[in-house]
């Protein structure tokens, strides 16, 4: 095996020169010629009677070629070089399809690296290395990231010390916008009102969510994405205390967020507090229903690995306070993982 | 002229590497030789026979020097290589077992 790629390469660097081949076959067809001489025939016919028997050579020669490892790469560069040599004869006509080229490439690039700025690249979050996500992992169902209950939530937030702050997000949902222009459908997240401290970003315009907002009963307000705000507002200015009727709720516009900010993923166009009151639910199970996904920025000195040891102790708290099958389970862990790692972004 | 069989897709390879399994031989000598053997029932065409001596010589299986033949014409040698050898025998065991194959098809069994 190696022996044969070692034969191939050495060829394909030393190349056998073409007129060994030729000489080989001449050899040949004089050797057929002198055996039809020895059988009698005239030097003439006997030169003809070989040719004819043995065939054409040119053929051979290059099927021969063809054997060689690699020898369609002499095309290849045969074809380069003779493409080479008619750009220098015609220098105006290589000047124009290099401009051309150079012109439409640059150009490309120019749009495609504003429109990954302005469009596609997301957000980056101020200082990302301390922002985590809480997963729930319920092993003996092979679930990971598993949604947990208001309850639960609460009683971490209110015991955690490892976290400046500590937030939740609930489902994505589908709500019809209405009022100035044509209704339309647009995606909704559920988020707790300190999303922004958590995440360290400020809205462009206007203010976050206040925690008595996130209370039942709340204000109903709302953040809308730059997305909308451009093209449902038409980047109005005074945007900020304009109402917008969502699902036939008049709700408060409070603020726009940044272009780019993608959370808890990419083309959310409003936010809303309250992240377990999922409209797909009766309000009497938002409560009891695991609907939230836990998220935290971790306090300046606490590292990661005492951030997970106190959410273990936090959970093996919650599971003796609460009995029952699906929260006592041993086999339901709370983990602490970087957000670079967990989050769809 | 008599009609030559039609040789299959690598069979070629295989009857050369056991024409040279004997001893050194130049390029009419081999087809000389194949053409003997046979009864004259293959004869190989300059046209197959030095490219197939250049795929072997490629894959490193036969190695060729230049030397005089017995009528005194500057010749190519070629030989089998250690590698050669070994795939002679890998060839012929390939052979036997298609044809065995091809011969219980044949038979029906």
């Known amino acids: 095996m190696l022996t044969e790629f070692l034969t191939r390469l050495r060829f394909l660097v030393t190349r056998k020169a073409p007129e060994e081949v030729d000489e080989e076959l001449r050899s040949h067809l004089e050797h057929l010629i002198e055996t039809n001489i020895a059988a009698g025939m005239p030097p003439d016919q006997a030169r003809r009677n070989a040719a004819i028997a043995f065939g054409g050579v040119e053929q051979t020669l290059e099927a021969c070629r063809e054997q060689a490892p690699g020898w369609f790469m002499d095309t290849v560069i045969h074809d380069a070089r003779f493409g080479f040599r008619m750009l220098r004869k015609s220098p105006g006509f290589t000047a124009v399809a290099i401009l051309t080229l150079a012109l439409g490439i640059g150009v490309n690039t120019a749009i495609f690296t504003v429109i990954r700025t302005v469009l596609l690249k997301p957000l980056e979050y101020p200082d990302p290395g301390r922002l985590v996500r809480l997963v729930l992992t319920v092993r003996h169902r092979n679930v990971t990231d598993q949604a947990f209950n208001e309850v639960r939530f609460d009683e971490m937030r209110a015991s955690a010390q490892s976290f400046s702050e500590l937030g939740a997000f609930g489902p994505l949902e589908n709500f019809t916008l209405s009022g100035a222009g044509e209704p339309e459908v647009v995606n909704v997240a559920r988020v707790s009102a300190n999303f922004l401290t958590i995440l360290a970003t400020d809205p462009i315009l206007g203010r976050s969510f206040l925690p008595e907002e996130d209370k039942r009963g709340g204000e109903p307000v709302v953040m809308i994405s730059s997305e909308l705000w451009r093209r449902r507002f038409n980047c109005d200015p005074q945007v900020v205390g304009k109402p917008a009727t969502i699902d036939a709720v008049p709700y408060t516009i409070i603020g726009v967020l940044p272009a780019g900010f993608a959370f808890p993923v990419a083309d959310v166009d409003m936010w809303v507090t309250r992240p377990s009151e999922w409209s797909a639910l009766p309000s009497g199970a938002w409560r009891t229903v695991g609907l939230l996904k836990g998220f935290a920025r971790l306090k300046a000195q606490v590292t990661l690995e005492e951030a997970r040891a106190e959410v273990k102790v936090l959970q093996r708290r919650y599971a003796i306070a609460h009995p029952n099958p699906n929260d006592a389970d041993p086999r339901v862990t709370m983990g602490v993982v970087p957000v670079e790692r967990s989050i769809g972004r | ?109």
């Open chain 2, 1 to 109: 002229m008599k009609q030559s069989t039609d040789l299959l897709q690598g069979t070629l390879d295989l009857l050369i590497l056991k024409s040279l399994a004997l001893a050194p031989m130049h390029g009419w000598g081999i087809a000389e030789r194949i053409e003997q053997v046979s009864k004259d029932a293959l004869q190989i065409g300059q046209g197959s026979l030095y490219p197939a001596l250049h795929r072997l010589e490629y894959k490193g299986w036969i190695k060729a020097e230049w030397g005089v033949s017995e009528n005194n014409r500057r010749a190519k040698f070629y030989s089998l290589t250690q590698t050669g050898k070994k795939q002679l025998q890998t060839e012929m065991d390939e052979w036997d077992r298609l044809t065995n194959a091809i011969a219980l098809v044949l038979q029906r069994v």
